[in-house]
């Protein structure tokens, strides 16, 4: 596997119908596709851009903020499943190891993916695509871990040791762990402009107070949204 990198595969249903069973496994895969579709971005223009471009600050900036909630992904997932639920058991050994794999390592190479950022913030000039490219070398194993974790949710089981109500506010609260843990000011519109609306016309939900809101939330990272796959307000792909 090469970039650009394959998203998973989705279900196109209104997860507010869904079974809260069935949600979980929907809901990741979703997530996880917005992060794959980022990663892909920042490969492609990594190519493209140069040092003389006068939006590489933008670039820079919309790199070091993936950084920073890709490493929250991961650390979410964690989170999630080595919480122990109402059985006194983490849902890793409810189901199997394999829901929460090891990320160590490409924290790592997200960590020096942000260093190298910032090199470049501070010293536009040393900017290399091809050492931004380099970092992001785990992207295929990133993305057959990311597969396997999710086909590893039994949901079978996972009904046999929660209940209904449990496991909806257990992704609940993930949620908001991980709105509590990065920046919404990048998030929010990071999910609304990485998502394929072709896929799911129902996600991400937002609310007519959200809507309202959205044209000044975008303003607070102005710059970067035109590196983005998709406009945040029409949902319409950028070409």
Known sequence: MSFPLDTLPVLPDDLESMDPFTVLPQLMALMKNTLIRGMNNIHQIAGVINPLHPDLRHYLRYVECYCDILKMHFQGDNVFFTKPVCSGKPLMVIISPACNPSTELFQESLEHLHKLVRNYVENP???????????????????EQMKAQIE????????????????????????????????????????????????????PPITPDGQSKLPAVLKVHEGVWQFAPFDAVTREQIV
């Open 125 to 143: 000039s040393a900017y290399s695509g091809s050492a931004v490219r380099d970092c992001l070398t785990f992207g295929p194993k990133m993305i």
């Open 152 to 203: 590893a949710i039994e949901i079978d089981e996972l009904r046999r040791h929660v209940s209904t109500e449990n496991i909806i506010s257990m992704i609940q609260e993930s949620i908001d762990w991980f709105a509590e843990n990065t920046d919404v000011a990048f998030m929010a519109p990071f999910v609304l402009t990485h998502h394929d609306p072709a896929t799911s016309r129902y996600w």
